[in-house]
């Protein structure tokens, strides 16, 4: 089949120019030859200018990943991406990290856009795009959602800056306010325990005070008496003594 289109060939290419079908090639190489000479003259060198050798504007460098510390989940969302000047953040298992390298996938308009600004934990475990899967809050997952969240996880350590973490739910500082309450309480019911037990021991200590002070009083007093006592008995042995001397 081949062999008879090429026979055709030649046949027709002598019919109509009168030349064999090599000398008909060369001339029509020669013809193309010619003519990209001739166009070079006219037409600028950057038409024919390589792509390779074309020169694209650098982009501005993306500044250093800045440490946030622990933030609230709305605050998160304020770097979402929609205020080109911050950095685009995105959280997995409560860890923040900084994907602004990344920003055709996580920016506005990219195929993950909608995880940027939040903890999107169970959406990527369970490739899911739905509203209500992007949460941190991953119980209930089976093993394999489990593991491919380690994935990501693994993914974005190696990959990306880890920039802050997400604050505990309201409810947990709560319980810890309530913790602390707790504690304070405590606190102050022993310091009134122990200010109490010092009441008791200072009042304990003047009470034994006052009993030794009345038992010393008492024994000053005794003293006293039977001093008083012995003087009299002294005296009227005195005047007995007088009385009989007189008598003689």
């Not at 026979?7 to 027709?12: H, V």
């Not at 000479?37 to 600028?44: A, E, H, N, T, Y």
């Not at 933030?71 to 994907?99: F, N, R």
């Amino acid at each position: 089949m081949v062999l008879q289109i090429w026979e055709t060939l030649k046949e027709t290419i002598t019919a109509y120019t009168g030349l064999s079908p090599a000398a008909f090639f060369t001339v029509l190489a020669l013809a193309f030859a010619v003519y990209q000479v001739v166009s070079g003259f006219f037409v600028s060198d950057e038409v024919h200018r390589p792509r390779s050798l074309e020169v694209h504007p650098e982009s501005d460098p993306l500044p250093p990943p800045v440490q946030l510390g622990e933030i609230t989940e709305e605050d998160l969302k304020l770097y979402d991406g929609s205020d080109s000047k911050k950095p685009l953040l995105m959280a997995i298992k409560g860890q923040i990290y900084d994907v602004s390298q990344s920003r055709m996938f996580y920016g506005p308009g990219g195929p993950y856009a909608l995880f940027a600004g939040k903890d999107a934990s169970r959406a990527l475990a369970k490739m899911s795009f739905e509203e209500q899967d992007l949460t941190g809050d991953i119980s209930g997952l089976g093993a394999f959602e489990l593991d491919a969240l380690q994935d990501w996880e693994y993914k974005f350590m190696s990959k990306y800056v880890k920039v802050g973490t997400i604050q505990k739910k309201d409810e947990e500082g709560n319980k810890t306010s309530e913790t602390s309450e707790a504690k304070a309480t405590s606190a102050e019911g022993l310091s009134t325990d122990v200010g109490e037990e010092a009441s008791e021991t200072k009042a304990v200590s003047a009470e034994g005070l006052s009993t030794n002070n009345e038992r010393e009083a008492s024994a000053v007093t005794h003293d006293e008496t039977s001093r008083g006592i012995d003087e009299k008995i002294a005296e009227t042995t005195e005047k007995k003594d007088d009385h009989d001397v007189a008598k003689e």
